[in-house]
Nanobody
Framework: QEELVQSGGGSVQAGGSLRLSCGSS?????????MGWFRQAPGKEREGVAA????????AYADSVKGRFTISRDNARNTLSLQMNSLQPEDSAMYYC????????????????????WGQGTQVTVSS
């Protein structure tokens, strides 16, 4: 069974930083997959935060996190990360990593429609 396993997250004051990581517990390779981070706050729809393509590693960010969040992948370690700086209370949400099927192409990297595999979620709470 292909699974994504997340780590990181937690609670921080506004202006602080957190780092999220995502890997595979079953060893399935992330290298040829588009990867993304999504978040969902209570009462809100899930939204795409950041995405990274395979190969050239092209990235995409939601406007709300541009300049503050950085997505990266380490193909040698088969992991995905999200560095979150200058966190604000509105960043509080459950964060999920996601992966497409291997070799998939997609038109909208920040749309959850394209992603087939999801991590278990990790809570990020930012206090003012």
């Amino acid at each position: 069974q292909e699974e994504l396993v997340q780590s990181g997250g937690g609670s921080v004051q506004a202006g602080g930083s957190l780092r999220l990581s995502c890997g595979s517990s079953s060893g399935f390779t992330l290298t040829r997959r588009h990867m993304g981070w999504f978040r969902q706050a209570p009462g809100k729809e899930r939204e795409g935060v950041a995405a990274i393509s395979p190969g050239d590693g092209q990235v995409a960010y939601a406007d709300s996190v541009k300049g503050r969040f950085t997505i990266s992948r380490d193909n040698a370690r088969n992991t995905l990360s999200l560095q979150m700086n200058s966190l604000q209370p509105e960043d509080s949400a459950m964060y999920y990593c996601a992966a497409t099927t291997s070799g998939a192409s997609l038109r909208a990297p920040l749309s959850d429609f394209w992603y087939a595999y999801w991590g278990q979620g990790t809570q990020v709470t930012v206090s003012s």
